[in-house]
């Protein structure tokens, strides 16, 4: 699959996005044309610098408003495409996207569009362009692919042909099977971008809410397995307005971009097989089909069986040893060469690391999953651009496959046990040779808090590399501003990660005020709240307030409310079951959460979230 993007993804001059791109590994670009206007890079020398990038210069865009206008209008359309083509061939390009007309035209009438489209392929061939027209999903009278597609046909001239672009497409739920009717020859590019489901005019989702594929909602898979099928070979091109990516780090957001492109050309191979008619069946052998379109694939890997670890980071771990000693959990000893304690309760391990943490505030630093294959995990993660993360080994000691979040936090994929146990425990203390605590428990979730310029492509990062799924998003309200909060997990919940963007208050502000959690499940939550508030444990105090409410809400019997609000307890009930939780006081950045889910409860007590911010804000702005 030949990769592009097209210039407005990016931040930075034209030469700074033309850089990104090459070090990204892009096949080629789309040249937005302000950047080009607005470069001081005169044409031949941006040739110049795409083939010393080795960058294909795949196509210039945009061209607007150019069919069902006036005959006036016409000739000065004609003229003003005429000096486009002109500029095209000193840049060495050969295919413009001319989007269907959204503001001067005035006649609906797909004849007189046809014959106008004709007479700007003729010169277009007289300049050696081809002319790639698409429907916008808010073009005035063509605002559908298909019938971007009749009048190409209509006009039938070997340099007019279409652009689909997925946006305009998914955007309004247009069918993508007829994709496939569609002549290949007749499709001179694809654009892919991908976006949340929105509610509001398709302009502004387009201009402002587009992101990479893997980061939206749409069924990218399946749109490009059409385009496939229908035997296209060009460019698959990234054109994703958004504007956050349009002011970030620009070298970082262009491999989030191939990130997205990679992932989405291993999700189209397995939507085509998964569906594909021409399987031999009967004899086993799944005889693919194959495409002109060559279908690159990815090491392949199951979802995590579970967490192995977290481990937080800090220089002063004094405060945190207590926590964990008051939630119940064993101190097992120092690893036998480095300055890192191991802590277990049942089978949720948490390592406290002291290495390289001097004058940091404890914070959560590394998450370590039970994978199949840790080496073809991580060798997914590599193709898929994740930076690896280094770790130090003695002889004998296990070594980590590591890889780097979008937000620094360090992810280890582990080698899984089906009894839980894990083989680097013996490196600390005396050596671990059973699960010692009386009070079991496993790692529940892991709520990390994401910089808002990383959001997105946490998102993909995790889709992609850990084969985690991601939920619809939620939005949580809290005194400093709406924390968006996105749960990405396994199907059987095994592994569950709550991805949550702080408010740009919270984000700038000196003090480290956005927080992160690991939560530990335990059969009994009520007995492990009794037995950490006799060793002194300070939990977060719950408002009475809350508890009237819950009363009102569920009408609990009058005991269970008392030992709830006794406990500082928060409770939640749906039709799957019953949720209770409860949190203790933050150090550093960090604090524990402990659930106990009954029944087949699968949320996170989404209603009392609220509540939890309102408190740990107060909190800490008393302090
Ligand atoms: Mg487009
Ligand atoms: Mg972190």
Not at 28 to 31: A, P, T, V
Not at 33 to 42: F, G, K, M, N, R
Not at 240 to 246: G, K, M, P
């Given at each position: 699959?030949?990769?592009?993007?097209?210039?407005?993804?990016?931040?930075?001059?034209?030469?700074?996005?033309m850089?990104?791109?090459?070090?990204?590994?892009?096949d080629?670009?789309?040249?937005f044309?302000?950047?080009?206007?607005?470069?001081?890079?005169?044409p031949?020398?941006?040739?110049?610098?795409?083939a010393?990038?080795?960058?294909?210069?795949?196509?210039?865009?945009?061209?607007r408003?150019?069919?069902?206008?006036?005959?006036?209008?016409?000739?000065a359309?004609?003229?003003?495409?005429e000096?486009?083509?002109?500029?095209?061939?000193?840049?060495?390009?050969?295919?413009?996207l001319v989007?269907?007309n959204?503001?001067?035209?005035t006649?609906?009438?797909?004849e007189?569009?046809?014959?106008?489209?004709?007479?700007?392929?003729?010169?277009?061939g007289?300049?050696g362009v081809?002319?790639a027209?698409?429907?916008?999903?808010?073009?005035?009278?063509?605002?559908?692919?298909?019938?971007?597609?009749?009048?190409?046909?209509?006009?039938?001239?070997?340099?007019?042909g279409?652009?689909l672009?997925?946006?305009?497409?998914?955007?309004?739920d247009?069918?993508?099977?007829?994709?496939?009717?569609?002549?290949?020859?007749?499709?001179?590019f694809?654009?892919?971008?991908?976006?949340?489901?929105?509610?509001?005019?398709?302009?502004?989702?387009?201009?402002?809410?587009?992101?990479?594929?893997?980061?939206?909602?749409?069924?990218?898979?399946?749109f490009?397995?059409?385009?496939?099928r229908?035997?296209?070979t060009?460019?698959?091109?990234?054109e994703?307005?958004?504007?956050?990516?349009?002011q970030?780090?620009?070298?970082?957001?262009?491999?989030?971009?191939?990130?997205?492109?990679?992932?989405l050309?291993?999700?189209?191979?397995?939507?085509?097989?998964?569906?594909?008619?021409?399987?031999?069946?009967?004899?086993?052998?799944?005889?693919?089909?194959?495409?002109?379109?060559?279908?690159?694939?990815?090491?392949?890997?199951?979802?995590p069986?579970?967490?192995?670890?977290?481990?937080?980071k800090?220089d002063?771990?004094?405060q945190l040893?207590?926590?964990?000693?008051?939630?119940?959990?064993?101190?097992?000893?120092?690893?036998?060469?480095k300055?890192?304690q191991?802590w277990?309760?049942?089978?949720?391990?948490?390592?406290?690391?002291?290495?390289?943490?001097s004058?940091s505030?404890?914070a959560?630093?590394?998450?370590?999953f039970?994978?199949d294959?840790?080496?073809i995990a991580?060798?997914?993660?590599q193709q898929?651009?994740?930076p690896v993360?280094a770790r130090?080994?003695?002889?004998?000691?296990?070594?980590?496959?590591?890889i780097?979040a979008?937000d620094?936090t360090?992810?280890?994929?582990?080698?899984?046990?089906?009894d839980?146990?894990?083989?680097?425990?013996?490196?600390?203390?005396?050596?671990?040779e059973?699960?010692?605590?009386?009070?079991n428990?496993?790692?529940?979730h892991?709520?990390?808090?994401?910089?808002?310029?990383?959001?997105d492509?946490?998102?993909?990062?995790?889709?992609?590399?850990l084969a985690?799924?991601p939920?619809?998003f939620?939005?949580?309200?809290s005194?400093?501003?709406?924390?968006?909060?996105?749960?990405?997990e396994?199907?059987d919940?095994a592994?569950?990660?709550v991805l949550?963007?702080?408010?740009?208050?919270?984000?700038q502000?000196?003090r480290?005020?956005?927080?992160?959690?690991?939560a530990?499940?335990?059969?009994?939550?009520?007995?492990?709240?009794?037995?950490?508030?006799?060793?002194?444990l300070?939990?977060?105090?719950?408002?009475a307030?809350?508890?009237?409410d819950?009363?009102?809400?569920?009408?609990?019997?009058?005991g269970?409310?008392?030992?709830?609000?006794?406990?500082?307890?928060?409770?939640?009930?749906?039709?799957?079951?019953?949720?209770?939780?409860?949190?203790?006081?933050?150090?550093?950045?960090?604090?524990?959460?402990?659930?106990?889910r009954r029944?087949n409860?699968d949320?996170?007590?989404?209603?009392?979230?609220?509540?939890?911010?309102a408190?740990?804000?107060d909190?800490?702005?008393?302090?």
């Open positions: 699959m030949r990769t592009g993007i097209a210039t407005v993804c990016l931040s930075g001059t034209l030469k700074e996005k850089q990104a791109c090459a070090i990204a590994g892009f080629g670009i789309e040249i044309e302000q950047d080009l206007v607005t470069s001081p890079h005169i031949e020398e941006v040739r110049t610098m795409a010393d990038l080795g960058l294909g210069l795949d196509l210039y865009q945009p061209f408003d150019f069919d069902g206008v006036t005959p006036d209008l016409l000739k359309n004609l003229r003003r495409a000096a486009k083509f002109k500029l095209m061939s000193r840049l060495g390009m050969d295919t413009i989007c269907s959204v503001a001067t035209a006649i609906d009438d797909d007189l569009r046809a014959s106008q489209l004709a007479e700007l392929a003729e010169l277009a007289d300049h081809k002319v027209y698409e429907a916008l999903a808010w073009g005035k009278y063509v605002n559908d692919y298909e019938h971007a597609y009749r009048l190409v046909e209509m006009v039938d001239h070997p340099n007019l279409t652009c672009d997925s946006f305009h497409i998914l955007s309004r247009w069918d993508t099977a007829p994709i496939e009717q569609i002549n290949a020859e007749k499709i001179f694809v654009q892919v971008a991908d976006a949340p489901k929105l509610s509001m005019d398709v302009l502004s989702w387009s201009r402002h809410y587009r992101v990479f594929p893997g980061e939206g909602q749409f069924d990218l898979a399946k490009m397995g059409h385009v496939v229908a035997g296209y060009g460019p698959v091109s990234l994703v307005f958004n504007d956050v990516f349009r970030s780090d620009v070298e970082r957001t262009a491999v989030d971009a191939m990130r997205s492109l990679i992932w050309e291993e999700q189209s191979a397995k939507w085509l097989a998964s569906t594909s008619s021409e399987t031999a069946a009967g004899n086993g052998s799944a005889s693919r089909r194959r495409y002109p379109m060559e279908l690159a694939t990815l090491p392949k890997v199951n979802e069986a579970g967490f192995n670890f977290a481990e937080v800090a002063d771990t004094a040893e207590k926590l964990l000693g008051q939630l119940g959990f064993e101190f097992e000893g120092r690893h036998r060469t300055d890192v191991l277990t309760m049942g089978q949720a391990r948490v390592i406290i690391n002291e290495q390289a943490a004058h505030e404890p959560i630093a590394a998450l370590g039970d994978v294959s840790p080496v991580s060798a997914r993660a898929l651009k994740a993360v130090k080994v003695q002889a004998d000691e296990e070594v980590f496959q590591g780097s979008p620094s360090e992810i280890f994929l582990c080698q899984g046990s089906p839980g146990t894990a083989a680097w425990t013996h490196e600390f203390g005396e050596g671990l059973h699960v010692s605590s009386a009070q428990a496993v790692i529940d892991v709520n990390l808090a994401q910089p808002w310029q990383h959001f492509e946490a998102v993909l990062f995790y889709t992609s590399a985690l799924e939920q619809p939620a939005e949580v309200p005194p400093s501003g709406l924390v968006r909060s996105q749960v990405m396994t199907t919940g592994v569950r990660l949550n963007l702080a408010p740009a208050q919270q984000a502000s000196a480290k005020t956005y927080q992160e959690h690991i530990f499940a335990v059969g009994d939550l009520v007995a492990t709240a009794r037995s950490a508030r006799d060793r002194g300070e939990f977060l105090q719950i408002p307030n809350y508890y009237e819950l009363d009102a809400r569920f009408d609990l019997e009058p269970f409310l008392a030992t709830l609000k006794e406990l500082n307890l928060l409770y939640d009930r749906d039709a799957n079951g019953e949720f209770l939780h409860f949190y203790t006081a933050t150090v550093g950045s960090v604090f524990f959460e402990m659930v106990e029944g409860y949320g996170y007590g989404a209603p009392n979230a609220p509540v939890r911010h408190v740990q804000y909190s800490l702005h008393r302090a």
